[in-house]
């Protein structure tokens, strides 16, 4: 039996729900707050391939005594381990695709969305000292994250990765591999919010099918079963730190 | 389409161009190798735009196909040919495998970049005349890859950054340490990709960190690298390098017995 822990119906948590909602996969939901992992999950991190998680990018799904975590590679253990849910074309052509999104979406979107959702709606009250979260930069963001952040400029930025996933959209169908897949439910759980962030992003104009599929999402029972779990009114405004903008630049 | 041709266009087997070269010769995938030299912009002329408009490197063709994502590219060759497996067996480890990747490629990878293209590139680029610097970088597709390139020439890296760098180097090295004395190698009992990954990213830290990386303070590593250095795919992969980059594999030469101390 699957033990899924989780924050809200947003973002990274929603991922795993959705796909586990895709077919009679039986789980045990463990909602958690806006905390860190190593103080909502027992045990965290149980092996390195958890602290090596540094960006402690939730939720935690637990199988057979392994905690598997990162959403994305999450999606990709369900879609590995039940392919009957058929979340995953095996052709190593779409596979690479569906990496290759997914790359995209953890490093070129989702750190601008968590950065812009954390400037509009902070984590409520005085920051604790998270004293045992490893690395330091990620105590150090909990701690940002409960105060008032600069998100100036990170719609712009996001702009150039939207119109790449918008050009992915063109040449296919109505999902970005040829058919439904873990890509459509990584996409659509990180671009969720942006109407609300950053209007005119994926619901302008310059983006229709990338609108196009965020509606039909929208409408997906495994998609409003997953948002059903929300303990929150508003759970697309429940945001907690994630992976960091490249330091790069 | 496993039998179409591949190509893997890269420039040394080193960080990103590495990976889809060492994972070819660990299947067992015959390649042609076009090398591209990276201090000279050749990833950012017409021959190879039109093979890969963003101009990053490495790209794989295969086929009428390319791939241009390199840590991808390695699972593509993988599940697309025939040849001893570079990924575990099981789910959780394939999982594992994955979480190393991307430590690799997120967190330890772009530190050691930071400081590696700050006391190599920019200073071998620099040399360059200045004219045609600027013309380079306003050829690169990328803004994110022209932001990059402007700092290695400019000698734009902070010395906050640079520390950050350092700081997230050295906790990587005493993680991977820490990891290896527990596990064969990093996804677990069998060599996989996560090891390709890592190993062209690594394979310089004891000159690049000797502080932290050295036979006294981390002997676990320094055998996982020893050990890896013996692969014969390694040896044939870095047989392509054509700069002093590639020498750097001689570090690991386990020392001879009787030598002079």
């Given at each position: 039996m699957i033990t899924l822990y989780h924050g809200e119906p947003n973002l990274f948590a929603l991922k795993p729900l959705i796909a586990l909602e895709e077919g009679d996969v039986a789980y045990q939901s463990r909602p958690i707050a806006q905390l860190p992992l190593e103080t909502a999950v027992p045990g965290y991190p149980a092996e390195t391939a958890q602290a090596i998680n540094v960006e402690r990018e939730g939720p935690v799904l637990v199988e057979h005594g392994v905690m598997i975590t990162g959403s994305f590679f999450l999606l990709e253990y369900l879609a590995e381990t039940r392919p009957e849910?058929?979340?995953?074309?095996?052709?190593?052509?779409?596979?690479?695709?569906?990496?290759?999104?997914?790359?995209?979406?953890?490093?070129?979107?989702?750190?601008?969305?968590?950065?812009?959702?954390?400037?509009?709606?902070?984590?409520?009250?005085?920051?604790?000292?998270?004293?045992?979260?490893?690395?330091?930069?990620?105590?150090?963001?909990?701690?940002?994250?409960?105060?008032?952040?600069?998100?100036?400029?990170?719609?712009?930025?996001?702009?150039?990765t939207i119109a790449k996933l918008e050009k992915l959209l063109e040449a296919g169908g109505e999902w970005f591999l040829c058919s439904f897949s873990i890509v459509d439910i990584d996409v659509f759980a990180v671009l969720r919010n942006l109407p609300d962030l950053a209007p005119g992003l994926v619901d302008g104009g310059d983006t229709p099918r990338l609108a196009a599929l965020l509606a039909r999402m929208e409408q997906r029972p495994s998609v409003l079963s997953a948002l059903a779990r929300a303990t929150h009114a508003h759970p697309e405004r429940v945001f907690a730190p994630g992976p960091e903008i490249s330091r790069w630049g | 389409m496993a039998a179409a041709p591949i190509t893997i266009y890269h420039w040394e087997p080193n960080a990103n161009s590495g990976k889809p070269m060492l994972a070819a010769e660990e299947k067992g995938v015959a390649y042609d190798s076009v090398y591209l030299d990276l201090l000279s912009f050749d990833q950012h002329k017409p021959d190879y735009l039109a093979v890969n408009p963003n101009g990053t490197i490495p790209a794989l063709k295969h086929g009428s196909v390319v791939l241009t994502e390199s840590t991808p590219m390695m699972e593509y060759i993988d599940e697309a040919f025939e040849g001893p497996p570079l990924r575990p067996a099981d789910a959780a480890g394939r999982w594992r495998m994955r979480m190393w990747m991307r430590f690799i490629d997120n967190y330890m990878g772009p530190s050691?970049?930071?400081?590696?293209?700050?006391?190599?590139?920019?200073?071998?680029?620099?040399?360059?005349?200045?004219?045609?610097?600027?013309?380079?970088?306003?050829?690169?597709?990328?803004?994110?890859?022209?932001v990059a390139w402007r700092k290695a020439i400019y000698n734009e890296f902070s010395e906050a950054e640079l520390t950050e760098s350092r700081r997230r180097l050295h906790y990587s090295v005493r993680l991977m340490e820490a990891h290896l004395a527990k596990s064969r190698y990093l996804a677990g009992d069998s060599y996989s990709l996560a090891d390709v990954d890592a190993f062209n990213s690594c394979y310089g830290l004891p000159a690049m960190v000797p502080e932290v990386c050295n036979d006294a303070d981390t002997p676990t590593l320094l055998e996982w690298l020893r050990t890896l250095r013996e692969r014969p795919a390694v040896e044939k992969t870095w047989a392509k390098s054509r700069?002093?980059?590639?020498?750097?594999?001689?570090?690991?030469?386990?020392?001879?017995?009787?030598?002079?101390?």
């Open positions: 849910l058929g979340l995953l074309p095996a052709d190593p052509l779409a596979r690479y695709t569906a990496r290759g999104i997914g790359q995209t979406v953890a490093n070129m979107v989702a750190p601008f969305v968590v950065g812009l959702g954390l400037a509009r709606y902070p984590i409520a009250g005085a920051a604790p000292d998270y004293a045992g979260i490893d690395p330091v930069e990620r105590r150090e963001a909990w701690i940002a994250a409960h105060g008032s952040t600069d998100a100036t400029g990170h719609a712009d930025r996001l702009r150039p | 050691l970049s930071m400081i590696g293209w700050n006391v190599g590139i920019g200073p071998a680029v620099r040399q360059k005349d200045p004219a045609e610097l600027a013309a380079a970088i306003d050829r690169i597709p990328l803004e994110a890859r022209r700069t002093s980059r590639g020498l750097r594999l001689s570090l690991l030469d386990r020392p001879v017995k009787g030598d002079a101390q």
